[in-house]
């Protein structure tokens, strides 16, 4: 069990830090990291969930801290109804991160941005993509995906793994998943678009020339559990050489442990710091 978090951080150079007021009437608050040195693309980083704006197990700063020492600059936020935010009855995530490039734009010359974050920041991210041109890169940690043949096809081979004695208890557990009648509903709890609609905007956003880092979780298991799954989701366009897909089985949702932060801090900030340099495809 890891219960310490990071037990020796890396300094945080107060001056490279400021708060950025924005939305109706201030209400709305992030720091923006990188300030001095950074220049270019800037990654955005909006809560997710109920999690405040530093991230689960403060991976949002770990990112941040990471990212200024190479020169880019984060911006992470707490959207309307999360950590410091209120609730905002006209504004929601989506509304609340184009304002937030709108200030940061005319305040510190931000103009190129990279979106996304863990499970509901991944879904602003994919919302706000597809609105605003802005938008040149994505970060998506266990985002949208359809479960499907290939999600079906890794639950029965680990239903053939299991001792014959789980078996029973298994089948009466996940009966309805295997028949499908308890299938990923995008409305109940993500903001996800169809399965139609998504292939169609995933199109759209490659051939905008949007690079996408995409990472599933071994804690998505109930909706993602085999590398096929996404190219069943999105088509052809998923094999660009300007998307990257990994599935990781053995990291946790949250990446709770420290070694799978440490892994996850490095693929992001690898990424991001190929993104900066036009090293990407």
Same mark, same amino acid.
């Given at each position: #069990?890891?219960?310490?978090? /990071? ?33 270019? @693309? ?45 609730? #905002? ?22 103009? /190129? ?9 991944? /879904? ?13 890169? @994505? ?10 043949? !290939? ?15 789980? !078996? ?23 903001? !996800? ?19 996408? @880092? ?33 599935? !990781? ?33």
């Amino acid at each position: #069990m890891n219960a310490v978090l /990071d037990a020796s951080p890396a300094e945080v150079d107060m001056e490279q830090e400021v708060l950025v007021r924005f939305g109706s009437g201030g209400q709305l608050a992030g720091v923006l990291s990188g300030v001095s040195s950074g220049t270019g @693309l800037t990654l955005l980083l909006p809560s997710a969930g109920l999690q405040p704006r530093a991230g689960p197990f403060r991976l949002h700063v770990l990112l941040a801290q990471r990212l200024a020492a190479n020169g880019i600059r984060t911006f992470r936020y707490d959207v309307p109804g999360v950590g410091e935010a209120p609730r #905002m009855p006209a504004c929601d995530a989506t509304l609340a991160t184009v304002a937030a490039m709108d200030q940061l734009e005319a305040m510190h010359g931000c103009r /190129d941005f990279a979106i996304g974050g863990i499970c509901s920041a991944a /879904d602003t991210g994919w919302d706000v993509a597809n609105l605003d041109p802005r938008v040149s890169a @994505l970060l998506l940690l266990d985002g949208i995906c359809f479960t499907g043949p !290939w999600h079906r096809y890794a639950r029965i081979l680990g239903l053939m793994r299991r001792m014959p004695n789980e !078996w029973r208890h298994f089948a009466r557990k996940a009966t309805g998943r295997l028949r499908g009648t308890a299938s990923l509903d995008p409305d109940s709890f993500r903001t !996800w678009p169809s399965h139609a609609q998504a292939r169609e905007q995933f199109a759209q956003l490659v051939a905008r020339d949007v690079r996408m @880092l995409w990472i599933f979780s071994g804690g998505y298991a109930e909706h993602f559990l085999h590398p096929r799954q996404f190219g069943w989701s999105f088509g052809p366009p998923a094999n660009d050489a300007r998307v990257t897909m990994h599935y !990781w089985p053995d990291c946790d949702h949250t990446y709770f442990g420290r070694a799978q932060r440490d892994r996850l801090v490095e693929a992001v900030a690898g990424w991001m710091v190929a993104l900066a340099a036009k090293k990407v495809p």
